[in-house]
Nanobody, 126 residues
């Protein structure tokens, strides 16, 4: 499985970006997907996750109400719509896939994922 993240960039505080993560593989619809981010000098942290069907979704408290995760299984793609961006959202954003028995559980810990994309940089200026 290969994951290709895109959509990052430089935006002013209050602005919006939409990240995309395109996945290879014929069984994308079975994957649980997640977005994580890592700022310089900090550990990788959970941002949002979605189950294989899109039926269950979870967000970090810091992005709740501002970010929206979604997926299009026909396009093998997961999205992260980011609104009302803040300087503290600046980080390298990674998408991750979990290729195991589909469940309704939303996974928030990096080690629970099997595959990672290369990351896309989001920089929010004040």
């Amino acid at each position: 499985v290969q994951l290709q993240a895109s959509g990052g960039g430089l935006v002013q505080a209050g602005g919006s970006l939409r990240l995309s993560c395109a996945a290879s593989g014929r069984t994308f619809s079975r994957y649980s997907m997640g977005w994580f981010r890592q700022a310089p000098g900090k550990e990788r942290e959970f941002v949002a996750a979605i189950t294989w069907s899109g039926g269950n979704i979870a967000y970090a408290d810091s992005v709740k109400g501002r970010f929206t995760i979604s997926r299009d299984n026909a396009k093998n793609t997961v999205y992260l719509q980011m609104n009302s961006l803040k300087p503290e959202d600046t980080a390298l954003y990674y998408c991750a896939a979990r290729e195991r028995q589909p469940t309704v559980v939303v996974y928030k810990i990096p080690r629970e994922y099997d595959y990672w994309g290369q990351g896309t940089q989001v920089t929010v200026s004040s």
